[in-house]
């Protein structure tokens, strides 16, 4: 089975927190979780969302957190993914590395659509329908700016961010993005000036990058095959097939998401859970045909139909022949290997 994706910590992470006057110690009590989470690189969704939770409750000005946190955090704490960010050839670059090698670190996604004047950045979790806590999602933005400001050597500034949690007051927050906030919206959102994208980076390194984007790309290719959501949601249905009929809310809270969310991320991966549950069926009607021991009205069972009619018009249509025809020929094939 494979895992759920779990947080890694970021370095430097904790002592972030300290520089604002906030100990480790004070947010693993307030987070309600063990010490031993300070010395663990990673966490669940559901223990990282407690964490910034809790340093939200114990630094009280959110808003100047929100604006102080990104900028305590040297290059030289930065994970590999977000050094190839900063090493970028531009703002753009830096941009869609990020989004990128976002997934190695959830629960973040990072979107952009580049339109018009304007270049839309929105922030949405992943592996869960929990909204993030208000000071976690301020910060990354944050921080997508901070990092242009960096990248260029220039105070650049944003034309609107929008959050989808109410927050106040904001005028501190308006004055460090240097454009309006609006709360209430229907997503969180930075939005840039298209034209501040195609700044160089002026802590561009070529020679760096050719070291860090080959490993981070095999590292995502294999992160995805072994997080894949089609293979999730398939050994899902395997397990819970026989006889009774299973649909997408029962998968989807069993993982911990919406209908809508598990839907859109079978779409990332270009599938849909009619067709992993007829793939789901169809495995496993092979692999239960080639148990000799098991009839036919076993398998149907099995692979979740309730007569045997349904299976065997399901079995046809998949091989082009009777689940009996198909049994006969696999035992010829191997009675001759």
């Known amino acids: 089975m494979t895992e759920h994706p779990r947080i890694k910590i970021p370095d430097g992470f904790w002592a972030g927190l300290y ?7 004070a947010v693993a009590r307030k987070a309600k979780l063990p010490l031993t989470v300070i010395t663990e690189s990673v966490v669940t969704t559901e223990q990282y969302f407690a964490i910034w939770q809790a340093f939200s409750d114990l630094v009280g000005n959110m808003e100047a957190a929100i604006i102080k946190l990104p900028k305590v955090f040297e290059p030289s704490h930065y994970p590999p993914s977000v050094l190839a960010a900063y090493h970028a050839r531009d703002y753009r670059d830096a941009l869609n590395r990020m989004a990128r090698y976002k997934e190695m670190c959830p629960p973040e996604n990072i979107r952009i659509v580049e339109e018009g004047g304007s270049c839309i950045i929105e922030v949405e979790w992943s592996d869960t329908d929990q909204p993030g806590p208000p000071l976690l999602v301020g910060t990354t933005l ?5 990092l242009g400001r960096r990248g260029t050597g220039v105070p650049l500034k944003a034309s609107l961010v929008e959050f ?27 939005t840039l000036h298209r034209e501040d994208l195609d700044r160089p980076f002026v802590s561009y390194n070529a020679e760096l990058l050719d070291i860090l984007t080959p490993i981070l790309n095999q590292t995502l290719d294999e992160q995805r095959r072994r997080h894949s959501m089609t293979e999730i949601v398939k050994w899902i249905l395997k397990r819970s097939l ?39 069926r169809h495995e496993l009607a092979r692999e239960y045909l ?48």
């Open 19 to 25: 520089q604002l006057g906030v100990t480790a110690q």
């Open 290 to 337: 080639s148990n000799l021991y098991l009839d036919i009205k076993e398998v149907a069972f099995l692979v979740g139909y309730k007569d045997q009619s349904s299976f065997y018009r399901a079995f046809r249509g998949w091989e082009g022949i009777t689940p009996l025809n198909w049994r006969a020929e696999y035992v010829n094939i191997n009675s001759i290997n």
């Open 142 to 146: 944050a921080f997508l700016l901070e």
């Open 164 to 190: 989808k949690h109410t927050m106040n007051p904001v005028q501190g927050m308006e004055d460090y993005f240097g454009c309006p906030i609006q709360i209430g919206e229907k997503c969180n959102r930075l």
């Open 242 to 280: 026989t006889g009774d009929r299973v649909e997408i809310q029962n998968v989807a809270s069993e993982l911990r998401m919406s209908e809508r969310t598990l839907q859109r991320r079978l779409n990332d991966e270009q599938t849909s859970f009619k067709q992993l549950l007829k793939e789901a």
